[in-house]
């Protein structure tokens, strides 16, 4: 078992650490491009500001990418999951979707969530890039433009120290296991303290302002700011293990609910969704107001830098849990009993610390949404957003309504894909003969097939709603409608992870040698 967990572990590793370095690397260059071919002696900060502008292209393509991939994988994930389980049939090689459902698996978890995290990473980089443009003491040393890049670069060197020595090889049991993913995070937290605190306090002007602010900005606030982003970021991701954990009582307690019939087991399973946005949403409070008072809008850019500066540990999370379910999924097909049953157990240690990921990625996306929203103010040169005038209210109650609409859509399309992979499943084991092999290519292009076409109106919602907005009722309607976005889209994101983690949690906790319900 343990050499399986070093497997799998070295595995999500690789795809953690060579995602963000990647992503260092073409962005740092795309950067030094720019900024060496255009800007010059005599270049004025609105001149730099143009420059960084550009390089929001590159996050808007990052951007486009992780919406596909993590909607289009999502849905192919999901669709493929409950196509199989509501043929009643095990995950086996004489199951048509048994290879589809374990493809997505790798679309859904891995990619799609290591794309979107990728995207927020980038996002990140190039609004701080632009917020440095407002300060002319930042324009005077123009390296200092460069200081997310630094920042993610020496992220990836303190968690690649953190994994080496946090790493505790060949485990003997699912708890150790788990013991050895949660403590990743807080590692790496530890060894990125002191990184980040000398960063700021040697690569940032002594005191800084951004134009037409009038917040004075010292190097020791920033590194203060840095440091809440940090670890509110692992505050954020700690807390959804108390709603998603067997070791904490509310997965007792949903287990026991299945008691009277899935109806309660659902409802309780919704109920701890909800409850678990108070700890997260106060964190990320916390962190806001911290930053906005310390720094203004740059602050929070910082608090967003801080908060993902150990990406590549939780994009290798992320990957664990993918790589250990198709472990599963191989040791089925082959009918080794004993290597599936430690397989099992390698996966489910990586459950809840997947919930922890998906918890920072929510939390994070609405500072780094924050941070572009005051790029975007201080572009159009507003000096406060009114959200009580009409337009701007209007676009308010419309960006709360996009995330409903949008999870919506999602779900219709994964209910029809997998409707439409149950009855394929179904029509090849009654065509079937004795011994003969599904079509598992069919399974996994009508999962293909009906995902791309399921994620069409999601994507078009996402994308053009802000431009019609624009266009129409000009740009301080978009103003309220990303404030309003970014409220609604934090909670409904943290209910229906913890929920949708919590039930997988309770089903295995039922199932395993953990639960005395069985």
């Avoid at 393509?61 to 992780?66: L, W």
Wanted: glycine share 10%; hydrophobic share 50%; aromatic share 10%.
């Amino acid at each position: 078992m343990g050499k399986g967990f070093n497997t799998a572990f070295n595995a999500s590793l690789g795809i953690g650490f060579a995602t963000i370095s990647l992503g260092v690397l073409s962005l740092g260059l795309v950067a030094a491009a720019y900024i060496s071919s255009y800007i010059g002696e005599g270049s004025t900060a609105k001149d730099y500001s143009d420059i960084c502008l550009y390089l929001a292209g590159y996050a808007l393509g990052a951007s486009v990418v992780g919406l596909f991939a993590r909607i289009g994988g999502g849905i192919f994930a999901r669709a493929a999951d409950a196509g199989v389980d509501l043929t009643k049939s095990e995950e086996s090689e004489s199951n048509a979707g048994a290879v589809a459902d374990y493809i997505g698996d790798n679309v859904g978890e891995a990619i799609g969530i290591s794309s979107e995290l990728f995207a927020s990473f980038s996002e990140i980089i190039c609004a701080t890039m632009i917020l440095s443009c407002y300060a002319p003491e930042i324009v005077a040393e123009p390296g200092m433009i460069y200081f997310p890049i630094i920042v993610f670069s020496s992220g990836i060197v303190a968690s690649m120290v953190s994994v080496l020595l946090a790493t505790k090889h060949n485990p003997k049991s699912t708890k150790q296991m788990e013991e050895n993913l949660n403590f990743q995070p807080l590692s790496a937290a530890l060894w990125m303290t002191p990184v980040l605190f000398i960063l700021c306090i040697y690569l940032l002007p002594s005191q800084m302002q951004l134009a037409g602010d009038d917040y004075i900005i010292t190097r020791f606030k920033l590194s203060i700011v840095a440091l809440f982003g940090l670890w509110g970021g692992y505050l954020v991701g700690k807390s959804s293990e108390l709603f998603t954990s067997h070791e904490y009582r509310h997965i007792d307690d949903l287990a026991r609910s299945c008691h009277t019939g899935s109806a309660t087991d659902m409802i309780y399973g919704l109920s701890l969704g909800y409850m678990s946005t108070i700890l997260p949403v106060a964190v990320v409070i916390v962190v806001i107001y911290v930053a906005y008072v310390c720094a203004s809008m740059y602050g929070i850019a910082i608090a967003a830098c801080g908060m993902f500066s150990t990406l590549a540990v939780l994009i290798s999370i992320a990957s664990y849990t993918s790589i250990a379910n198709n472990a599963v999924g191989l040791s089925r097909m082959s009918d080794i009993c004993y290597v599936t049953m430690q397989a099992e157990d390698i996966h489910s240690a990586g459950r809840s610390i997947a919930a922890h990921v998906k918890c920072v990625e929510i939390g994070g996306a609405a500072i780094i949404s924050l941070a572009i929203f005051g790029a975007f103010i201080m572009r159009l040169g507003l000096a406060m957003v009114d959200l009580l005038r009409p337009i701007e209210f209007a676009g308010l109650i419309i960006g709360a309504m996009i995330p409903y609409v949008f999870s919506s859509q999602i779900l219709k399309a994964a209910s029809q894909a997998a409707g439409a992979l149950r009855k394929e499943i179904n029509r090849q084991k009654a065509a079937g003969r004795v011994g003969s092999q599904p079509d598992y290519h069919k399974c996994i292009r009508l999962c293909v097939k009906t995902s791309l076409e399921g994620m069409a109106i999601p994507c078009s919602i996402v994308m053009f709603t802000p431009l019609v907005a624009g266009l129409f009722f000009g740009p301080v309607s978009i103003c309220g409608f990303l404030a309003g976005m970014i409220v609604a889209g934090v909670q409904i994101g943290t209910a229906a992870v913890n929920s949708g983690t919590a039930w997988d949690s309770a089903t295995k906790y039922i199932e395993g040698r953990f639960c005395r319900y069985a």
